[in-house]
């Protein structure tokens, strides 16, 4: 059975930063991918970054430059460094982790579909 917890969500001033941790427990794959979600109200679920066990990202074009995203393979932990944070950042962070095949590339849509979710961590930014 795989698990999937968040924790680091806080209350920071616009311009603060945050690091958001992502375990993942109970894999036996040695190709995955993991990636971070946000979601507020007025908004649909968006990606924000990915990573594969190759430690290849992808980021959305939102927070490029700001947030990244690394792994501990140690701990199996997933983190998102979120730096210089707007008030349009804010949201429930939600990590979500998915085995693949070599030829799965990990996209959005491919976490999406499938795989395993947290319960998400809440970041709120004041302006």
């Known amino acids: 059975q795989v698990h999937v917890m968040e924790s680091g969500g806080d209350s920071v001033q616009a311009g603060g930063s945050l690091r958001l941790s992502c375990v993942a427990s109970?894999?036996?794959?040695?190709?995955?991918?993991m990636g971070w979600f946000r979601q507020d109200a007025s908004k649909a679920r968006e990606g924000v970054a990915m990573?594969?066990?190759?430690?290849?990202?992808f980021y959305a074009d939102s927070v490029k430059g700001r947030f990244s995203i690394s792994k501990d393979n140690a701990k199996n932990i997933v983190y998102l460094q979120m730096n210089n944070l707007e008030p349009e950042d804010a949201g429930t962070y939600s990590c979500?982790?998915?085995?693949?095949?070599?030829?799965?590339?990990?996209?959005?849509?491919?976490?999406?579909?499938?795989?395993?979710w947290g319960q998400g961590t809440q970041v709120t930014v004041s302006s």
């Open positions: 990573i594969d066990e190759n430690s290849v990202t």
């Open positions: 109970g894999y036996t794959s040695s190709r995955y991918c």
């Open positions: 979500a982790a998915r085995t693949r095949l070599s030829w799965t590339p990990c996209e959005f849509g491919f976490l999406r579909g499938g795989g395993y």
